[in-house]
Protein backbone atom coordinates (compact mmCIF):
# COMPACT_ATOMS: atom_id res chain seq x y z
CA UNK A 1 0.00 0.00 0.00
CA UNK A 2 1.28 3.27 -0.87
CA UNK A 3 1.79 6.30 1.84
CA UNK A 4 -0.76 8.32 2.65
CA UNK A 5 -1.73 10.87 5.26
CA UNK A 6 -3.96 9.50 7.91
CA UNK A 7 -7.18 10.77 9.32
CA UNK A 8 -7.17 8.91 12.22
CA UNK A 9 -5.07 6.84 14.25
CA UNK A 10 -5.85 4.26 17.27
CA UNK A 11 -3.98 3.36 20.12
CA UNK A 12 -5.64 0.04 21.32
CA UNK A 13 -4.13 -1.09 24.46
CA UNK A 14 -4.72 -4.78 25.12
CA UNK A 15 -3.87 -7.17 27.87
CA UNK A 16 -3.01 -10.92 27.27
CA UNK A 17 -5.00 -13.69 28.24
CA UNK A 18 -4.10 -17.09 29.68
CA UNK A 19 -5.65 -18.60 26.43
CA UNK A 20 -3.16 -16.87 24.49
CA UNK A 21 -0.22 -17.24 26.84
CA UNK A 22 -0.72 -20.82 26.96
CA UNK A 23 -0.12 -21.42 23.37
CA UNK A 24 3.71 -22.30 22.14
CA UNK A 25 5.16 -19.54 20.12
CA UNK A 26 4.44 -21.18 16.65
CA UNK A 27 0.82 -21.84 18.42
CA UNK A 28 0.42 -18.42 18.54
CA UNK A 29 1.98 -17.34 15.36
CA UNK A 30 -0.22 -19.52 13.09
CA UNK A 31 -3.21 -18.44 15.32
CA UNK A 32 -2.46 -15.08 14.24
CA UNK A 33 -2.04 -15.75 10.50
CA UNK A 34 -5.17 -18.45 10.33
CA UNK A 35 -7.63 -16.32 12.11
CA UNK A 36 -6.90 -12.70 12.67
CA UNK A 37 -5.08 -11.83 9.44
CA UNK A 38 -7.33 -13.79 6.82
CA UNK A 39 -10.56 -11.64 8.42
CA UNK A 40 -9.13 -8.18 8.36
CA UNK A 41 -6.78 -8.50 5.18
CA UNK A 42 -9.67 -7.80 2.88
CA UNK A 43 -11.01 -4.94 5.55
CA UNK A 44 -7.36 -3.32 5.74
CA UNK A 45 -7.50 -1.32 2.56
CA UNK A 46 -6.36 1.93 3.31
CA UNK A 47 -5.34 1.19 7.10
CA UNK A 48 -1.65 0.65 8.41
CA UNK A 49 -0.64 -1.74 11.83
CA UNK A 50 2.15 -1.19 14.19
CA UNK A 51 2.24 -2.74 17.34
CA UNK A 52 4.12 -2.38 20.56
CA UNK A 53 5.12 -5.09 23.21
CA UNK A 54 4.68 -2.94 27.07
CA UNK A 55 4.43 -5.83 29.04
CA UNK A 56 7.81 -5.18 30.70
CA UNK A 57 6.80 -2.11 31.76
CA UNK A 58 3.54 -2.26 32.66
CA UNK A 59 0.76 -5.19 34.45
CA UNK A 60 -2.56 -3.31 32.91
CA UNK A 61 -1.26 -3.37 29.36
CA UNK A 62 0.53 -5.79 27.66
CA UNK A 63 0.12 -4.67 24.40
CA UNK A 64 -0.53 -1.61 22.23
CA UNK A 65 -1.66 -1.99 18.61
CA UNK A 66 -1.78 1.36 16.60
CA UNK A 67 -3.34 1.49 13.17
CA UNK A 68 -3.66 4.70 11.43
CA UNK A 69 -6.48 4.99 8.61
CA UNK A 70 -7.45 7.36 5.94
CA UNK A 71 -10.81 7.58 6.83
CA UNK A 72 -12.69 6.61 10.10
CA UNK A 73 -14.90 4.39 7.32
CA UNK A 74 -11.35 1.84 6.73
CA UNK A 75 -10.79 1.69 10.96
CA UNK A 76 -14.22 1.08 11.70
CA UNK A 77 -14.20 -1.80 9.30
CA UNK A 78 -10.83 -3.16 11.11
CA UNK A 79 -12.46 -3.07 14.19
CA UNK A 80 -15.31 -5.06 13.08
CA UNK A 81 -13.61 -7.58 11.43
CA UNK A 82 -11.35 -8.22 14.43
CA UNK A 83 -14.38 -8.34 16.91
CA UNK A 84 -14.95 -11.52 14.50
CA UNK A 85 -11.94 -13.43 15.48
CA UNK A 86 -10.79 -15.37 18.69
CA UNK A 87 -8.35 -12.14 19.32
CA UNK A 88 -11.20 -10.20 20.29
CA UNK A 89 -12.30 -11.12 24.26
CA UNK A 90 -10.49 -14.69 23.89
CA UNK A 91 -7.16 -14.05 23.49
CA UNK A 92 -6.70 -10.89 24.25
CA UNK A 93 -9.06 -7.97 26.58
CA UNK A 94 -9.02 -4.60 24.91
CA UNK A 95 -8.35 -2.60 27.51
CA UNK A 96 -9.15 0.67 25.71
CA UNK A 97 -9.29 2.34 22.33
CA UNK A 98 -8.45 5.85 22.04
CA UNK A 99 -8.68 7.06 18.74
CA UNK A 100 -7.11 10.95 17.87
CA UNK A 101 -6.38 12.94 15.09
CA UNK A 102 -2.60 13.90 14.53
CA UNK A 103 -2.02 17.52 14.80
CA UNK A 104 -5.73 18.09 14.99
CA UNK A 105 -5.70 21.73 17.12
CA UNK A 106 -3.15 22.70 14.69
CA UNK A 107 -5.46 21.88 11.51
CA UNK A 108 -8.31 23.49 12.96
CA UNK A 109 -6.34 26.60 14.07
CA UNK A 110 -4.80 26.82 10.89
CA UNK A 111 -1.46 27.12 12.57
CA UNK A 112 1.91 25.38 12.97
CA UNK A 113 2.04 22.36 14.70
CA UNK A 114 3.59 21.95 17.89
CA UNK A 115 6.34 19.43 17.89
CA UNK A 116 10.01 18.58 18.15
CA UNK A 117 12.23 18.34 14.92
CA UNK A 118 13.42 14.79 13.41
CA UNK A 119 17.13 13.91 15.06
Not at 18 to 38: H, K, Y
Not at 84 to 106: C, K, R, S
Amino acid sequence: MSDFEPAVTAFILLKTHRAWLELSVPERVAAFQESVLPAIKDKAEGVRWRYYDTEFYTARVTDIWVWEARDHEAFQLVIEALRETPFWDHYFEIVEILVGVENGYAKHYDIDTLATSNA
